[in-house]
């Protein structure tokens, strides 16, 4: 129960998430202009390789402490709540030290694409939001040991609030004329509040104490072994979301607006993906378990079947629409400047469907402490993409970078991540795709002719494009229910909606 739960509080999450950015960004971007949004977006893209520092023991800390729940260790858990505050209270220290480099030398890495004002705007985003990784670095043992402990309701009910709050305040810091400054502002006062009621709450509620004495050496070792691993893949899909807006930034001239025409693309693909990863974020400590109990092959593969059609299944849809109607919609939502994001979205969506389908079994080869080769095997993949980006962008920066990132996922998250999991968890990769595509891919062809059949002969307003997302949507839903679902995905439905009549009721 607590499970469907947090997949139910996941998506209500996902949709607070792109409610808020679909109020926000036409106002932010009309608010601040092109060449503002664009530096506001390449601050936001570095500063997030601040949270590489995470060095992968915020996984570890899900993963153990869900084991230790399972074994009613809980001297255990506290030992590692102890090991994980001491670390990343240090490592919040050293995210403020590498911030501030990162300010110091900001202006001469990208003299060549921002003009000095634009440069100067950029130091003052950076100084606020590293503060903002600082925090958020700091408290990271105790937001994923709510998730451990399947207390979604508290972890996902206060980032809901937390959204909520920063929607509301950054209309109002806009309003006000304080800019881009404004918006990092207020996302770090939202930060501050709901992380410090993770603390509260951990400590408090749960009464899970961390425990700074009686740690052995072989206790920390394992954990850094787990970590150090997660963290070569924390650092590939970091480098494959953001290389290419540095890149970008520092080596193309006069590349702030182009820079705003990438990040509302890459904006899109990041609710995308947030869409794909609600689901799987709360699967950690039931795969822990099954993996504990020695679960088959079999069963790991049906696992991750059953959990990766309901992902591709939510994905095709979404995927199918802004196919047809993506361009209109970025344009009617992000203005006419903006139109090209329509190319970038399509394509970085085009491979995140099906990465995003298939990440259930990375969870899978986490919760076996079977990631090492996969580890390895991404980082070479991103270097593949960072040197194909280079060459690329000098052709045509936008669409360059974009296609960079696009055959580094394909080669890296599809082709070599299939190897491994045939080689780490024995499973079919025919049996395996056979059962995902069954039934969906059909239904989602039917929706796209319906779609673009409809364009042919009623399309360019908002009207249009509102009227065929719907009929795409119904023809979609209808195939779906007569020939796509299985008997399990029919009665998840029908849960659902019962939920939902008694609810009203």
Request: proline residues 2%.
């Amino acid at each position: 129960m607590s499970r469907k739960i947090g997949v139910i509080l996941s998506y209500v999450l996902m949709l607070f998430e792109v409610i808020s950015t679909l109020l926000l960004t036409p106002f932010i971007i009309r608010t601040l202009g092109q060449a503002e949004f664009g530096v506001y977006k390449l601050s936001i893209t570095i500063n997030a390789y601040l949270l590489l520092l995470d060095l992968g023991v915020g996984n570890a800390i899900t993963r153990y402490v869900s084991k230790y729940r399972v074994d009613g260790d809980e001297e255990k858990q506290r030992q590692f709540l102890g090991v994980a505050t001491v670390f990343y209270l240090a490592i919040a220290v050293i995210a403020l030290v590498i911030g501030f480099i990162l300010i110091q030398i900001f202006p001469a890495v990208f003299a060549k694409g921002l003009s000095p004002s634009e440069t100067a705007l950029g130091q003052k985003l950076l100084a606020i939001t590293m503060v903002n990784s600082a925090v958020t670095l700091g408290t990271v043992p105790f937001a994923n040991v709510l998730i451990a402990y399947e207390r979604f309701s508290v972890s996902r009910g206060s980032s809901i609030i937390q959204i909520i709050l920063r929607m509301a305040f950054t209309f109002l810091a806009l309003s006000m004329n304080m800019g881009s400054v404004g918006i990092v502002t207020v996302n770090l006062i939202a930060t501050v509040l709901c992380r410090f009621f993770f603390v509260f709450y951990v400590t408090g509620k749960l009464k899970l104490i961390p425990k700074f004495k009686g740690i052995k050496a072989g206790f920390i070792k394992e954990i850094v072994a787990y970590s150090s691993l997660i963290l070569l893949q924390m650092v590939a899909t970091q480098l494959n979301s953001s290389v290419d807006q540095v890149l970008i930034g520092s080596l193309v001239a006069s590349s702030a607006v182009i820079l705003a025409v990438y990040g509302v693309g890459t904006q899109i693909v990041q609710y995308f993906q947030s869409i794909g990863t609600a689901f799987t974020g709360v699967m950690m400590p039931g795969i822990v378990g099954m993996v504990e109990r020695k679960a088959s092959p079999k069963e790991l593969l049906d696992e991750m079947v059953r959990i990766g059609r309901i992902i591709f299944m939510v994905l095709m849809l979404i995927w199918s629409g802004f196919l047809i109607n993506g361009r209109q919609f970025v344009i009617l939502w992000a203005g006419a400047d903006n139109e090209d994001a329509y190319i970038v979205a399509l394509i970085l969506m085009s491979a995140y469907t099906l990465v995003l389908t298939e990440s259930i079994g990375t969870q899978v080869l986490w919760a076996l402490n079977q990631h090492k080769e996969q580890s390895f095997l991404k980082i070479a993949i991103v270097l593949v993409n960072i040197v194909l980006t280079v060459f690329l962008i000098k052709w045509q920066p936008l669409i360059g970078a974009t296609l960079g990132t696009f055959i580094s996922l394909m080669a890296g998250d599809i082709i070599v991540m299939n190897y491994i999991f045939v080689k780490k968890i024995k499973i079919n990769l025919l049996s395996y795709y056979a059962g995902i595509f069954k039934g969906i891919v059909p239904s989602a062809a039917l929706a796209v002719l319906s779609g673009w059949l409809l364009s042919l002969v009623y399309s360019g307003s908002a009207a249009a494009t509102g009227v065929n997302l719907l009929l795409m949507v119904l023809v979609y839903a209808a195939a779906m229910w007569l020939f796509g679902m299985n008997g399990y995905e029919k009665q998840l439905v029908g849960s659902l909606f019962r939920k939902i009549i008694r609810f009203k009721k």
